[in-house]
């Protein structure tokens, strides 16, 4: 069976909407917070029909450091894959990012290389969406081509995406132009 191209997404600040404060992004904490931004399943329909599988690749730290449920994550990922039914599979890093950091957590290509071998993705006909440098970086260096959506935090690239966009629609039409 020949590889199939994949868009891989990250969670908070792309699909859902984030909690901002002085300048950073935050998860959200509970059910009733995680929302997704307006456009997000029908642009991530659009994608998946012209033959894009979805992987969400996530990291969420607060676990590991004990700040956030794991039960309440997982939760949230039932809510988005009932809300975004075309998503193939969700990765979840909980690693807190002390001391040995997990190949698997962002800006490393873990999830995405996991993603791609357990679904015969080809990641280079494939992309990375997300609105940190993590992701940016993370996409870099599994290969894939970067969308990065800019809200203005207060924090720099690492890495300079292949596109900018303001919006999860938007990075869909670029992606969606592209392909």
Request: hydrophobic share 40%.
């Amino acid at each position: 069976m020949p590889l199939r191209p994949a868009i891989f997404l990250d969670r908070d600040g792309t699909l859902n909407r984030q909690l901002i404060r002085d300048g950073q992004p935050y998860p959200p904490q509970t059910i009733e917070e995680f929302n997704l931004f307006d456009g997000v399943p029908a642009a991530c329909a659009q994608i998946a029909a012209v033959g894009f599988v979805l992987v969400v690749a996530t990291n969420q730290p607060d676990v590991g450091r004990g700040t956030q449920s794991q039960a309440v994550v997982e939760a949230m990922h039932d809510k988005l894959r009932a809300l975004i039914p075309q998503i193939s599979r969700v990765e979840v890093c909980y690693d807190p990012g002390r001391g040995e950091v997990s190949s698997r957590r962002k800006p490393e290509p873990g999830m995405l290389l996991d993603a791609a071998r357990d679904l015969g993705l080809d990641l280079a006909r494939s992309w990375m969406i997300g609105d940190r440098w993590r992701d940016v970086d993370c996409g870099r260096r599994a290969g894939v081509r970067t969308v990065f959506i800019d809200f203005g935090y207060a924090e720099k690239l690492h890495a300079a995406p292949d596109f900018t966009v303001s919006s999860f629609p938007e990075a869909a039409r670029i992606i969606l132009a592209q392909h």
